[in-house]
């Protein structure tokens, strides 16, 4: 399966950093305190807080005035740095890279479709720094798509008044059973490169 969904716990790890950024210089901010400014629950920002200082983003200090404060000047963060650690590769088809696939017959150019996203899905979140998302200064690549008219338009409508249907997002979805409890189609598994294997967990050793 196809996907490029940036997680809850994403967002929530991009909002720290930015809110650590804003307080460059003012001292440490205390994981209560980013919580109450992003209204991010405190347990799970925690979690991610620990995650985002064993991958040397941010650092933290103990005493009465401790908190956390980023480990490396926000310049040289980008969105893409704090993504990967809490959801892995940024783009994958099933739990492969799209380099790892190998297709064949008519599909032989499918695997050059799914890097070229990759690629796209990079110049976006490996240009933007988190300085300048705290800035309010975002670099000609996102300037250029979001101005577009048609990139705040969905592609997809749902019919509030119809169930969510095969493959449509929505509640339920494509993985919930249909009626009558049957489950739907197995999705089939991307045929890979020789060699190739499963990305390591979440966390890989080399970028995707």
């Not at 309010?136 to 997809?156: K, N, Y």
Request: aromatic fraction near 4%; charged fraction near 25%.
């Amino acid at each position: 399966m196809w996907e490029m969904r940036v997680s809850v716990r994403a967002d929530y790890a991009v909002r720290a950093v930015i809110e650590l950024a804003a307080a460059e210089g003012l001292g440490p901010l205390s994981a209560e305190r980013i919580s109450e400014l992003q209204q991010i629950p405190l347990k799970f920002l925690q979690n991610i807080l620990a995650e985002l200082k064993q991958d040397g983003i941010v650092t933290s200090q103990r005493g009465p005035c401790g908190g956390f404060v980023l480990a490396r000047d926000p310049s040289l963060i980008t969105l893409g740095d704090i993504i990967r650690v809490t959801d892995g590769p940024l783009a994958r088809v099933g739990d492969y890279r799209p380099d790892q696939l190998d297709y064949s017959g008519h599909t032989a150019a499918l695997r050059d479709v799914w890097v070229a996203v990759r690629a796209y899905i990079r110049d976006v979140l490996d240009e933007v720094s988190v300085a300048q998302v705290c800035r309010g200064e975002l670099p000609p690549v996102v300037t250029r798509q979001s101005g577009r008219s048609d990139a705040w338009m969905p592609r997809i409508k749902l019919d509030p008044k119809q169930g969510p249907k095969l493959g449509v997002p929505g509640r339920g979805g494509r993985h919930t059973a249909v009626r009558g409890g049957a489950p739907g189609p197995a999705l089939a598994r991307a045929p890979l490169a020789s060699g190739a294997g499963p990305t390591s967990a979440w966390r890989p050793e080399t970028s995707d």
